[in-house]
T-cell receptor
């Protein structure tokens, strides 16, 4: 399967702990996006990379959140000092980023539960 | 990003065509209309996109009005597996980031 993969699929952590999620996009896709989805809501944009450059961050991405894409391939999203409000599904998507259209292909998500 | 408006829910009988409407009256001339769907507990799935002309692929057809202020996604023969939340989005052409609304929950019934 050459789709977008995310690890872990589920993470349970205690409030105050740090967590890190990984996203492996479709190879040769140079655009990578992170979204967050809470129960009953549509996904919300968090941040976007073009190759290794982080070009946009949502105001939702507080100082406790950091994302990297060091070699323009996989990406990590770290949450420091987790809070119960961080409980959500974290989704990663990638797209080719060439031409005028950018259909995005999503991974299965990482479900975070903060207790 | 242009604002889109969709009905919150729709029902469709299995085997029938499902027609999902979307209003995007503020769409600009170079903004595409994209459709995604999300089946329960899965990541969103790209369906189709278009600019001016009607489009068809193996999953669905997209009909865009001539003034581009609205569009309709058509699933020609809905199955129970098509039960999902369907999102109509007109993303920024600069970054491609998607702004999801509430979407339309389509329930396909036997």
């Amino acid at each position: 399967d050459t789709g977008v993969s995310q690890n872990p699929r589920h993470k349970i952590t205690k409030r105050g702990q740090n967590v890190t999620f990984r996203c492996d996009p479709i190879s040769e896709h140079n655009r990578l996006y992170w979204y967050r989805q809470t129960l009953g809501q549509g996904p919300e944009f968090l941040t976007y990379f073009q190759n290794e450059a982080q070009l946009e961050k949502s105001r939702l991405l507080s100082d406790r959140f950091s994302a990297e894409r060091p070699k323009g391939s996989f990406s990590t999203l770290e949450i420091q000092r987790t809070e119960q409000g961080d409980s959500a599904m974290y989704l990663c998507a990638s797209s080719e980023g060439a031409g005028e259209t950018y259909e995005q292909y999503f991974g299965p998500g990482t479900r975070l539960t903060v207790t | 990003d242009a604002k889109t408006t969709q009905p919150p829910s729709m029902d469709c009988a299995e085997g029938r065509a499902a027609n999902l409407p979307c209003n995007h009256s503020t769409i600009s001339g170079n903004e595409y209309v994209y459709w995604y769907r999300q089946i329960h507990s899965q990541g969103p799935q790209y369906i189709i996109h278009g600019l001016k002309n009607n489009e068809t692929n193996e999953m669905a057809s997209l009909i865009i009005t001539e003034d581009r202020k609205s569009s309709t996604l058509i699933l020609p023969h809905a199955t129970l597996r098509d039960t999902a939340v369907y999102y109509c989005i007109a993303p920024s052409s600069n970054t491609g980031k998607l702004i999801f609304g509430q979407g339309t929950t389509l329930q396909v019934k036997p």
